[in-house]
Structures are given as C-alpha cells and as structure tokens.
C-alpha cells in the first residue's frame, strides 16, 4: 500500500531528522579521520541544523498563506449579456370549474324603449260594376253583400284597432233635370252586417246640371276605432229629393292597424 505523502506540517519533522543523522554521522566520522572532535562539531551541526528547521518553518508559513491565499474566491466578473427568451411551454389543462356565486341584486331598471313598429294589419276589399238606383238611399257597394261574385268579405280584427275604408263611386243623372245626390260610409256594431251602421265620414254631396247622361265620379274616405270583432263597412248613396239617379262601377277598400 502506497504511504500518503506528508502534508505541510510533516515537513519539519523529516527535515529535522535528516538534519539529526547527519550530525551523529559527523560525529562519528570525523575524528577517524583526524578532523575535529565529536563535541566541537555536534555543536556546530547542530546549530545549523536549527538554522534549516528555522528556514523550513518560514517556508512552510508562507506555503499556508500562499494556499489560503489560492482558496479565496476571486471577484465576480461583469454581467454577461441577457440570452434570448426561450418559447413558451404548453398550456396546461383547464381547471375544473368553480362552484356558482349567489345571485346579485336586481338592477335599477333601465329607461322606456323607443316605440315598436306598427302591429299587424288586416284588410277586405270589394268592387261592383253593375248599377244600382239611390232614388232613395241604398247600399251600393259593402263588405257583406255579395256584389259581382263575391263572397261574404266583412272585416275581423282579433284587437282593438282603427278601422279605415276608401271608396269610390261613378253617379249618373238619367233625366234631362237638374238633380243632388249625397254618399257616406257607414260601418256596423259588430253584432250583424246590418246592426247599428253608424258614419265614418262626413257626406259627400255633388249636384248634377239639368243634362241627361251627366255623370260625377265621388271619392271618400273615412275611419272608426273599433274593439275586437267583425265588422261590415257599407258605401251609401242616395238622391236628396227622391228623384231617380243611378250608381255604378263602385270600389270599396278596408284597412285595419291597431297602430
């Protein structure tokens, strides 16, 4: 087995017994060949081999200090440059959710909305071509009557609503004397075709010259709010003194919005 070899404490020692030897072998030695006497040169060996154990106790002080001196950690040198930043990693799983929080307070409420636009709509309309005397007031032309073909058209509306009709209406004066006619609108309660027909327009009137074959073409308007239900809007005409006068090519339109 391999001896370790001596660290710096063990130096004087090995130095010191070395420097021992040489002195007993001086002494030994030298008188045998007529030098001088044991004691003069033990002495002197001795003296120097403190001289030498002296030198190796400096020497091995300044091998402490120069290792302490080797150990100590240098300053820290200058920052070196930022790398660059590296990618980013996966996202990771999604956490599971979280229990629901109680329900807040009711908010203030908030300002009116605009205006909506106008409800739904519904709407009959009716035409009659054959003629029909109004030497006393008759219907021309209305909703419920069968005029030309047509069928039973009164109007329904399933909400309250304003109801208004558009007419018109060709008069012909069939003497050669001087006549009046009048026409109105007129719409029912919405209990019968024929129940209740009040105006829902002021009446037309229009004077025919003493002229045979004179004719006025009448246009009128008018309009009735009215609840839900089933109305019949009538057109009616007559002459004011009950002489003969005749209507035809009658047109009759109704409109309902609860707008």
Do not use: W
């Not at 044991?38 to 020497?59: C, E, M, N, P």
């Not at 909703?143 to 009164?154: C, I, K, N, R």
């Not at 045979?212 to 002459?239: H, I, M, P, W």
């Amino acid at each position: 087995m391999a001896r370790k070899p001596a660290g710096p404490k063990g130096r004087p020692r090995t130095i010191l017994l070395g420097i021992t030897c040489i002195v007993l072998l001086a002494g030994t030695v030298s008188p045998a060949f007529g030098g001088p006497t044991a004691t003069g040169g033990a002495a002197k060996a001795l003296k120097t081999a403190k001289r030498a154990l002296g030198i190796a106790k400096q020497a091995d002080k300044r091998s402490k200090l120069a290792l302490v001196a080797a150990q100590k950690t240098g300053p820290a040198g200058p920052r070196g440059a930022r790398g660059s930043e590296g990618l980013d990693g996966p996202e990771g799983p999604r956490g599971s959710k979280g229990t629901t929080g109680a329900q807040g307070p009711q908010g203030a409420t908030g300002p009116a909305g605009s205006t909506g636009p106008p409800g739904p709509t519904a709407s009959r309309s009716v035409t009659r071509g054959s003629s029909e005397s109004i030497a006393t007031e008759a219907t021309v032309i209305d909703l419920a009557s069968v005029h030309d073909g047509g069928a039973d058209a009164q109007i329904t509306i399933p909400y309250s609503a304003r109801v208004m009709a558009f007419a018109t209406v060709q008069v012909k004066n069939p003497d050669a004397a001087a006549r009046e006619g009048t026409c109105v609108l007129r719409i029912s309660d919405g209990t019968g075709p024929d129940s209740d027909l009040s105006p829902m327009s002021q009446t037309y009137a229009f004077d025919f010259p003493a002229q045979s074959g004179f004719d006025v073409t009448a246009a009128l308007q008018g309009a009735a709010s009215k609840a839900a239900g089933t109305y019949n809007v009538r057109l009616a005409c007559a002459e004011t003194s009950g002489e003969p006068l005749t209507a035809a090519r009658a047109n009759l339109s109704v409109f309902a919005s609860d707008s």
